[in-house]
């Protein structure tokens, strides 16, 4: 069953260091004022996990990977797997962002082989779709998302609870947002997706993703279909990210 509490996803990206440390204390002092109506993780780079999850302790603040490689273990110079991520503290993974199929040219094949990684270490998956701005300006954005949901998602995921995020490239560190009508529209393409690739009875948590900050989050939150967000540049202080958590 579909959770109903929403997801914020706060993806720092490659910012961050030791002093990033401060806005996980600012953010666990809000959480012990009042307790968020949102689940909430971060994803930090790689080598601020361990501390991350460290300085996190008890607190309603789950932690996550930002990338990792399908294998388990082996001579793969440079690259980290979902086990070493899950021994180091996170339990979480965000997959096939657009800055890695595009920038690094991830194709959704191993997407899907991450993931299948990512299930293997205990890691919960969020896979990200989105089109880019000449397919959405060639009327392919529907046709695009959706392939890449039907070849991202492994066989294995049937029965089993993950997060997918759409996230249109042209929308993504731009300031610019689809209408809160294209958002709904587009978190219903990828529901059938999921439903016509994993079965009727598969469902997932589609958050929303690409230039949320504090004045937008309300709306895009409250638009049906959106279980959540993914946030980047507005996660990296706490005083935006938190006023994001508290717009749920
Ligand atoms: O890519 C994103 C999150 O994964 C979105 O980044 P921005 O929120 O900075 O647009």
């Known amino acids: 069953m579909k959770q109903s509490v929403k997801l914020i996803a706060g993806n720092w990206k490659m910012n961050g260091s030791a002093a990033s440390l401060a806005e996980i204390e600012a953010m666990k002092a809000d959480a012990a004022m009042s307790p968020w109506q949102a689940e909430v ?3 930090p780079p790689a080598p601020l996990i361990d501390r991350v999850s460290r300085a996190v302790g008890t607190a309603p603040i789950g932690v996550g990977a930002q990338d990792c490689r399908a ?13 070493i991520l899950h021994d180091a503290g996170a339990r979480w993974v965000i997959l096939g962002h657009s800055e890695r199929r595009h920038g690094l040219r991830e194709t959704d094949a191993v ?7 990512a299930l293997r270490a205990g890691l919960h998956p969020i896979v990200c779709v989105g089109e880019t701005l000449e397919q959405r300006d060639a009327g392919q954005a529907e046709a695009v998302v959706a392939a890449q949901v039907t070849a991202s998602l492994p066989e294995a995921l049937s029965g089993r609870d993950f997060t997918l995020a759409y996230e249109p490239v042209w929308a993504i560190g731009s300031g610019r947002t689809p209408t809160t009508e294209e958002i709904a529209r587009m978190h219903a393409v990828i529901a059938d997706a999921v439903a016509a690739r994993l079965g009727e009875a598969a469902v997932a948590r589609i ?3 690409g230039s949320v900050n504090p004045t937008n989050a309300p709306d895009i939150l409250a638009t049906p279909g959106v279980d959540g967000a993914l946030v980047g540049g507005a996660s990296l202080k706490a005083e935006d990210f938190l006023a994001i958590i508290r717009a749920v």
């Open 111 to 117: 997407v899907a082989a991450k993931v299948e990684g």
């Open 41 to 43: 993780v971060v994803f």
């Open 71 to 83: 294998e388990a273990s082996g001579a793969f110079t440079g690259c980290v797997s979902a086990e």
């Open 207 to 209: 958050l929303y993703g």
